[in-house]
């Protein structure tokens, strides 16, 4: 019996419109329109090299988190539902996604520079502001398009900044060489059985930012889940030829501009008095 409509897409729209419903509460429309078509250039990225090579996949799960996430969305992911034919469709399945999303992340980030206003630097106790570390993508739009804001004085980001900064990250997530991750995909793909090694160096490499920010907690416990060795594809005989390998060497240039290692600039001691003082307060 052939699925429904609500199976094949009512699930995909409800998820996409509560996500929608959610991202406008936390930021407005201007942060539904920026985030959201990352966030789909991003999945459709890997839906249509799926389809290209008649791989069996969902269309894209919006995951709303409405005050969990300071944009109102946890991402999106699609479902993979039959065998990998070879490293290449697995190559291209893997890089079209993260590929796709930056696309879409460089005019969200140049409008978004322009949009955001100059304010005093707030004081470190203030509570009304998060402080995030900038990717390398995000300093150069700055300096380029913005200039010195001037003494004592910093960068608002507004609705299409946070769009962007998020996306750059989590293209920067997706992009690392672990397990089912995007990037665990390409690294499989080009380097087969010796992929297991860069996996578990990056992950010892998270290990080493959790001890340094807490803000990379979530993510170390979720690498562990994600983390596990990467499955053979039906052929892993077939090599990827080298116009694969320079896309790889972009992709890790697209990952080296994204990346930031302390996203949000909370240290362990500011952790540990945040949550000593939520449980004095009850």
Request: charged fraction near 15%; charge should be positive; proline fraction near 7%.
């Amino acid at each position: 019996m052939l699925p429904g409509p609500w199976q094949r897409y009512g699930r995909h729209v409800a998820l996409f419109l509560l996500t929608a419903g959610s991202v406008y509460l936390m930021g407005g429309a201007l942060l539904v329109v920026g985030l959201l078509s990352i966030l789909f250039a991003h999945e459709m990225g890997h839906y249509v090299a799926c389809r290209y090579y008649r791989v069996d996949a969902s269309l894209p799960y919006f995951i709303p988190a409405p005050i969990i996430s300071f944009v109102g969305t946890l991402g999106a992911f699609i479902r993979i539902r039959s065998p990998i034919p070879h490293r290449k469709a697995l190559f291209d399945i893997g890089v079209a996604g993260p590929l796709a999303g930056f696309v879409v992340c460089i005019p969200v980030l140049f409008l978004g520079t322009l949009q955001a206003q100059v304010i005093p630097q707030p004081h470190a106790d203030d509570l009304r502001f998060i402080s995030f570390g900038d990717p390398l993508l995000v300093q150069w739009a700055y300096e380029w398009l913005r200039g010195d804001p001037g003494p004592g004085r910093t960068f608002l980001m507004g609705p299409l900044a946070e769009a962007a900064w998020f996306g750059l990250f989590v293209t920067a997530l997706n992009l690392m060489p672990v397990g089912q991750l995007d990037g665990g995909h390409v690294t499989y793909a080009l380097l087969a059985r010796r992929a297991v090694l860069v996996s578990r160096l990056a992950t010892a490499g998270c290990l080493v930012l959790l001890y340094l920010r807490p803000s990379w907690l979530l993510w170390c416990v979720l690498l562990l889940v994600l983390g596990r060795q990467h499955p053979v594809t039906l052929d892993d005989t077939r090599p990827v030829g080298r116009a694969r390998v320079i896309v790889g060497l972009v992709a890790l240039a697209v990952f080296v501009v994204c990346f930031t290692p302390s996203p949000i600039l909370v240290s362990w001691d500011d952790f540990r008095d945040g949550f000593l003082s939520l449980l004095t307060s009850r």
